[in-house]
């Protein structure tokens, strides 16, 4: 629903979103209530020490507005507990219960001031037991009103008196912002949140350059951010009942599909020759990627013997045979590459750990194994290369011989130029061709490292028409449909289960906002019950939640009307407002650029349950997948750790070692699966 209104403006906290730090306000209280009423009863009021005065008028002022306290409390929590997100009739009061609240801090900060001047001045003679239930009450109040001081910080919304406003002609306060007035006031207040959101990326980012390129990043960043949720009225807890209700939707749907249709083929078919073969060179180069990310990854994955097998390596001198550009001053991240990949010293061509804005490392390798020169394009793996990530625009990348639209992330696009500049202009590639002329070309890389290898690949493919690249885990908003046909004759992109990052990308956004918004408007259940039960379907599973509608009978073209005289939770005539008709409808528009994954699509998916305990042994199975089934976001607990580059070689391992029962090729002949 919309941020509650209080104090003149608007917070980043909802009427409903009260109950657990109500609930457990109360229970705090309540305990100290219950000590100090044992402390009174125990002395009958009678003190024998010297501000014996002072102490009785602070316990019974403390019972006073401790019980006062908790009865405020407990109202908000009752009525923050009534109603549904959109439905907030029932909280109407909730801004009355919450200034009664902040009333009642003003003795409690009183009591607290007397309670330490009595510690200080007048506690000598008091029996020790006495004096530690007062200093722990004063303590105990100090941190409740610092808690409350952070929590203000926290839920503050620089935007809150931006909010446009209904008029007072309009019908339940409906915002038709058609009106030349209204389109300069939304106007101006995404100009407002653009500045926000650059003056807490600065913040964030305090310690980088404030040179114009980063200055440019952070304004591309600010734009996209700000641009997402500003055409709705949600606060974050709104979003997450959102994402519980939907995962429990997807996992229904998941579940009453029917299975897949596969045809047999013969151990000897050319689809899985094809993809045994793939599975191989996927896994072996899977370990370049993985490398690239230095000591942290090599460490994290082998946390018991990653440390005693780089300590005796990090310091150790090396012949300057080839290029270390920007390394640790130990070189613990390329004894770590020469631990996972198994290759020498001398087989390397050029290192590079030097980390920017659009500027990412990678190192270039002879791989005597599979007769190839391998460049490595590390992942996300600081701050400078998230933002990288999030400079999601689409950038014109004209490539020969490509016809249509050629579009790339603006963020991975400039990445991948940069590695493309060292890599031909310094001579960096002719250095290895002329080590070994009859080798390829092999680019590989995880995350944000393989969205540029694939782009690479790309700038890469007029001037060595065999090269190849593998990409694991690439992100999903990556290359418009032309340049992601091109790249399927040279690109293979790797995606194990739901992975988020593959399915990331603005339209994909825009259509888990619309899914997000229309779930939640249709949900008669109060917020507080649906994070308690999505928090335990994550944890322990169990069967999704079937949660009825409000709304059958209601269009949900009128989702825009307000609810019991609320705001409604979208700006009239917004992309969110439209997107909620049906997909047929011509409302439906998409506002961004569909992006799509590179070359073609290798899936890894788990078999089996989807639930098991933790110590059972997951099996996997590949198949050929297609761009399109990564259409949409799927809501599930290992959307992120599928992402990571250790679990993804860890499926590659066990499917190389468990092949005539894993794989699938014929299945994205027949199907295209996981759409939801």
């Known amino acids: 629903m919309p941020g509650m209104v209080v104090f003149g403006r608007r917070w980043g906290i909802a009427s409903d979103d009260l109950v657990f730090p109500?609930?457990?306000e109360i229970f705090i209280r309540v305990l100290w209530w219950i000590g100090t009423v044992l402390l009174y009863s125990y002395h009958k009021g009678q003190f024998d020490c010297n501000g014996k005065g002072v102490l009785h008028i602070y316990l019974i002022g403390l019972l006073v507005v401790l019980a006062l306290i908790i009865l405020s409390l407990c109202a908000i929590v009752y009525v923050s507990a009534q109603g549904t997100i959109t439905n907030p009739g029932s909280r109407r009061c909730m801004p009355t219960l919450v200034y009664l609240r902040a009333l009642l801090y003003l003795p409690e900060l009183m009591w607290a001031c007397l309670g330490a001047v009595w510690v200080s001045d007048d506690s000598k003679g008091c029996d020790p037991p006495t004096v530690g239930v007062v200093v722990a009450a004063v303590v105990a109040s100090w941190i409740i009103l610092l808690f409350t001081a952070l929590g203000v910080i926290f839920v503050f919304d620089p935007l809150g008196d931006s909010r446009p406003s209904a008029a007072p002609m309009e019908p339940l306060g409906v915002r038709h912002l058609?009106?030349?007035?209204?389109?300069?006031?939304?106007?101006?207040?995404?100009?407002l949140a653009v500045k926000v959101w650059e003056s807490r990326l600065r913040l964030l980012c305090c310690c980088l350059p404030q040179d114009e390129s980063n200055r440019a990043a952070f304004s591309s960043i600010s734009q996209l951010v700000s641009g997402f949720f500003s055409d709705t009225d949600l606060v974050p807890s709104d979003i997450a009942a959102g994402l519980a209700l939907l995962h429990q939707e997807q996992d229904k749907m998941e579940r009453s599909r029917d299975p897949d249709v596969t045809t047999d083929h013969s151990p000897s078919s050319p689809i899985e020759e094809d993809l045994e073969s793939e599975l191989e060179?996927?896994?072996?180069?899977?370990?370049?990627?993985?490398a690239a990310y230095g000591w942290p990854l090599y460490v994290y994955s082998n946390l018991l013997t990653g440390p005693c097998k780089l300590s005796g390596d990090c310091c150790r001198s090396r012949a300057d045979e080839f290029d270390i550009v920007g390394a640790d001053h130990l070189g613990c991240n390329f004894s770590s590459i020469l631990q996972s990949t198994g290759?020498?010293?001398?087989?390397?061509?050029?290192?590079?750990?030097?980390?920017?804005?659009?500027e990412i490392p990678f190192f270039v390798a002879l791989d005597h194994k599979r007769e190839s020169i391998l460049v490595a394009v590390r992942g996300t793996l600081s701050l400078k290369d998230a933002l990288t990530d999030l400079s999601a625009e689409c950038e014109n990348m004209p490539i020969d011989g490509v016809t249509g639209a050629c579009y790339a992330h603006k963020g991975i696009s400039q990445a991948a130029s940069y590695i493309y500049r060292k890599l031909v202009n310094d001579g960096i590639l002719n250095?290895?061709?002329?080590?070994?002329?009859?080798?390829?070309?092999?680019?590989?890389g995880h995350s944000l490292g393989a969205g540029a290898a694939a782009v690479l690949a790309i700038l890469l493919r007029n001037s060595f028409p065999t090269l190849q690249c593998y990409a694991f885990s690439p992100p999903g908003g990556l290359l418009s449909k032309a340049l992601a046909d091109y790249s399927k004759d040279f690109v293979v992109s790797v995606v194990l289960g739901k992975d988020l990052v593959p399915r990331l990308s603005l339209p994909n956004m825009e259509d888990l906002k619309r899914k997000i918004l229309k779930i939640v408007s249709n949900c008669n259940k109060p917020k507080y019950r649906i994070l308690l039960q999505g928090c335990w379907y994550e944890l322990f599973g169990g069967e999704p939640d079937d949660s009825p509608s409000e709304m059958v009978s209601r269009r949900e073209e009128e989702l825009n009307l307000p609810l019991l005289g609320e705001e409604s939770l979208l700006?009239?005539?917004?992309?969110?407002?439209?997107?909620?008709?049906?997909?047929?409808?011509?409302?439906?528009?998409v506002p961004h650029m569909p992006f799509f994954l590179p070359g073609r699509v290798l899936h890894i998916l788990e078999d089996g349950p989807t639930r098991r305990s933790c110590f059972s042994q997951v099996r996997y199975r590949a198949e050929w997948s297609n761009e399109m089934a990564f259409r949409s976001i799927l809501i599930s607990p290992s959307m992120l750790v599928d992402?990571?580059?250790?679990?993804?070689?860890?499926?590659?391992?066990s499917l190389t070692s468990d092949k005539p029962y894993s794989l699938c090729p014929s299945s994205s002949n027949h199907s295209q699966h996981n759409v939801v």
């Open 178 to 191: 058609e009106s030349g007035g209204g389109t300069q006031f939304l106007s101006t207040a995404r100009s």
């Open 22 to 24: 109500g609930a457990f």
């Open 343 to 358: 290759l020498q010293d001398r087989d390397f061509i050029h290192v590079s750990f030097h980390n920017q804005i659009y």
């Open 643 to 653: 992402h990571m580059p250790d679990a993804v070689l860890r499926a590659l391992k």
């Open 431 to 444: 250095q290895a061709f002329s080590i070994a002329p009859e080798y390829k070309l092999v680019i590989t």
């Open 281 to 290: 060179k996927a896994v072996h180069f899977m370990h370049f990627a993985a």
């Open 571 to 589: 700006i009239h005539q917004s992309s969110s407002y439209q997107s909620l008709a049906s997909d047929d409808s011509p409302l439906h528009t």
